[in-house]
């Protein structure tokens, strides 16, 4: 069973930055889907950024490219999400999540296909 356990939420300042993380355990095979989406109150959930974690690929949602990175580190079963340049819009929820399989850019439209999921860390930019 994959575990993910999320941290570094928190507030910033527009302009400013911040990074998540996700720590796994549980892995059986080197082949996933991991991504961050987030979600506001009465709005859709939205794929941010996925990474498969076998090539490395990285795929970002319009809204966050340039501004955005995704990565892992395979030696501490660890995914960050580090988030420059932070607009009052990226305030939200954000949510580590995974999937096993491949086509992992679908996830930017569907994060909701995943199956594992982390508990969530509030990510507020205000001035």
């Known amino acids: 069973q994959v575990q993910l356990v999320e941290s570094g939420g928190g507030s910033a300042q527009p302009g400013g930055s911040l990074r998540l993380s996700c720590t796994a355990s549980g892995y059986t095979s080197n082949n996933y889907c991991m991504g961050w989406s987030r979600q506001t109150p009465g709005k859709e959930r939205e794929g941010v950024a996925v990474?498969?974690?076998?090539?490395?690929?990285?795929y970002y949602a319009d809204s966050v490219k340039g501004r955005f990175t995704i990565s892992q580190d395979n030696a501490k079963n660890t995914l960050y999400l580090q988030m420059n340049s932070v607009k009052p819009e990226d305030s939200a929820m954000y949510y580590c999540s995974a999937r096993k399989g491949a086509g992992c850019w679908t996830y930017l439209g569907r994060p909701g296909d995943s199956v594992y999921w982390g508990q969530g860390t509030q990510v507020t930019v205000s001035s």
């Open positions: 990474i498969t974690t076998g090539s490395g690929s990285t």
